[in-house]
């Protein structure tokens, strides 16, 4: 079994910065990837960014390339995204999710909301 409690989310300026947190106890299973995905209004949920645990190997969307930086704290245990440069688009609930596989998203979080004042 896999928790993820996620924090960090509030209002911001467009421009400003955030940095989302997701805390991740895991009992008798191994982490393959963590990593966010975010839903705005009437949108579906959607990738942003992963890290891998093996290598640290990160992938993003071509949206928050060169603006969000995904990473690991060296207990391995927390997973940040900082959030720089953000723009009113980047307003969504973010959720902190964890695969098992390469090929799975096997966990969520409960979501933390970002917003992106104008």
């Known amino acids: 079994q896999v928790q993820l409690v996620e924090s960090g989310g509030g209002l911001v300026q467009a421009g400003g910065s955030l940095r989302l947190s997701c805390a991740a106890s895991?009992?008798?299973?191994?982490?393959?990837?963590t990593g966010w995905f975010r839903q705005a209004p009437g949108k579906e949920r959607e990738f942003v960014a992963r890290?891998?645990?093996?290598?640290?190997?990160?992938y993003y969307t071509d949206s928050v390339k060169g603006r969000f930086t995904i990473s690991r704290d060296n207990a391995g245990n927390t997973v940040y995204l900082q959030m720089n440069s953000l723009k009113p688009e980047d307003t969504a609930v973010y959720y902190c999710?964890?695969?098992?596989?390469?090929?799975?998203?096997?966990?969520w979080g409960r979501g933390t909301q970002v917003t992106v004042a104008s």
């Open positions: 999710t964890a695969g098992l596989s390469v090929l799975t998203y096997d966990y």
């Open positions: 895991a009992r008798a299973v191994s982490i393959y990837t």
């Open positions: 890290i891998i645990w093996s290598n640290d190997r990160t």
